[in-house]
């Protein structure tokens, strides 16, 4: 998500802060992620802030906002990564958890809008899901196949090992779908099914999804 001024913005970097938004239970993942070691923690608007100094990136901190249900959080960079500047940053809207999900008011200050969501999908993958204009150069040239809620492409392979991920687009978004075993919501392991995480699973998936829409 991200949050700008209402007046006098020039939609520069710096009048810019974004967050992510995430379960509170991916705490631990976050940490594996920067390979963070916690540096200092607090409490902050009915919730508790920990930052964390990263090994990966090496110049950040992490700096998480802990609510009961979910967090928000971001990286930091030096100079603007002290105490100070991180209460700045979630202080800057109003927080509200609920075990249904989280949300953020910027008042008469701030416009706030989401730019991506994110699911892990069990056996399937990680899917994003981004309005399309914000996508739209992404979108190949030649024709996709077809689908029930729109028109699919299966992505060159990326240089890393990861498999090829897949793009959906429908009349207001755009879906991309990177195939892997996700585990879940109650299994740490990997599935029992053979084709969990294969790439023609994920498009199995993408063909049969029925409507996917951006009205954030």
Not at 58 to 73: E, K, N, Q
Not at 80 to 88: K, L, N
Not at 169 to 193: K, Q
């Amino acid at each position: 998500m991200r949050y700008t001024p209402k007046y006098g913005s020039r939609n520069t970097t710096v009048e810019t802060w974004g967050l992510e938004l995430a379960p509170k239970s991916s705490l631990t993942a976050g940490v594996n992620s920067v390979r963070g070691r916690e540096r200092e923690r607090f409490s902050l608007a009915g919730g508790e802030v920990v930052v964390y100094d990263c090994e990966d990136p090496a110049d950040a901190r992490w700096a998480v906002w802990l609510g009961p249900w979910h967090m928000a959080h971001g990286l930091f960079y030096t100079p603007e990564w002290e105490s100070a500047d991180i209460v700045d940053t979630f202080s800057r809207v109003t927080w509200q958890d609920t075990p249904e999900g989280m949300t953020a008011a910027g008042g008469g200050r701030f416009d706030v809008s989401m730019e991506l969501y994110a699911i892990s999908i069990a056996g399937i993958g990680t899917m994003t899901v981004e309005p399309k204009q914000a996508g739209i150069n992404r979108i190949p040239k030649w024709r996709g196949y077809g689908a029930q809620s729109g028109e699919l492409w299966r992505l060159p392979a990326p240089p890393s090992d990861q498999a090829t991920p897949f793009l959906l687009v429908t009349e207001t978004a755009i879906a991309t779908l990177y195939p892997w075993d996700a585990p879940g919501s109650n299994r740490a392991g990997v599935s029992a099914r053979a084709a969990a995480g294969a790439p023609e699973t994920a498009a199995d998936f993408l063909n049969k999804v029925k409507r996917v829409e951006w009205r954030a």
